[in-house]
């Protein structure tokens, strides 16, 4: 375990279908981040959250909707996907100062 | 915007040191350097990172140029485990926020 859970670990949903991706942490970082990873691409910044407050939208479609309630829960809002959204999506988190991003294990989605 | 080049695949016997090289050559004055890897389905994980002087941690150790045009990740012993794809990043926006990772270079240990 990392200090970042996400979940669920893997998710198959229609392309009509309502889903949400969770990311938490008790790390006490103020920054948390989705990152999409499609296979044989490199990671793809999507979304950016500072003290709760969405700072970057990565030129997102609005199929993707994110939600920061508070500093330690990231949500991913997922509704009418297409196929080519399959990818891993990975939730980061990250402390003030020069250090590294502390990411979870990744939500494996399947859009069918 | 500093960019990094690295091999696409090293292999590496058990037990050797693992040697991973990155270039920087646009790196500026105040870009850190990181390091990740990223095992098959796994999220990132953090190794490393410096400005000028060389790093060690209990997972590797990070030697910078004293141009800091390039860095060389060393892991002392390499195990099965340490199979992955590993990411020399410094690349970031002016926010501080990592847009992407690049292609890194595939290490596989071999028995």
């Known amino acids: 375990e990392t200090g970042v859970t996400q979940t669920p670990r893997h998710l198959v949903m229609g392309m009509t279908n309502k889903k949400s991706l969770k990311c938490e942490q008790h790390?006490?970082?103020?920054?948390m981040y989705w990152y999409k990873q499609s296979a044989k691409k490199p990671l793809e910044l999507m979304f950016v959250?500072?003290?709760?407050?969405?700072?970057e939208n990565n030129s997102v479609p609005s199929r993707f909707s994110p939600e920061c309630p508070n500093s330690s829960h990231l949500f991913l809002h997922l509704h009418t996907l297409q196929p080519e959204d399959s990818a891993l999506y990975l939730c980061?988190?990250?402390?003030?100062?020069?250090?590294?991003?502390?990411f979870g294990s990744g939500t494996r989605l399947t859009v069918v | 915007d500093a960019k990094t080049t690295q091999p696409t695949s090293m292999d590496c016997a058990e037990g050797r040191a693992a040697n991973l090289p990155c270039n920087h050559s646009?790196?500026?004055?105040?870009?850190?350097v990181y390091w990740y890897r990223q095992i098959h389905s796994q999220g990132p994980q953090y190794i490393i990172h410096?400005?000028?002087n060389n790093e060690t941690n209990e997972m590797a150790s990070l030697i910078i140029t004293e141009d800091r045009k390039s860095s060389t990740l060393i892991l002392p012993h390499a195990t099965l485990r340490d199979t992955a794809v590993y990411y020399c990043?410094?690349?970031?926006?002016?926010?501080?926020?990592?847009?992407?990772f690049g292609g890194g270079t595939r290490l596989m240990v071999k028995p």
């Open positions: 980061a988190s990250r402390g003030e100062g020069p250090y590294g991003y502390t």
């Open positions: 790390l006490g970082h103020n920054a």
């Open positions: 959250y500072n003290f709760k407050e969405q700072t």
């Open positions: 646009t790196i500026s004055g105040n870009e850190y």
């Open positions: 410096g400005l000028k």
């Open positions: 990043i410094v690349r970031f926006d002016n926010a501080g926020n990592m847009l992407t």
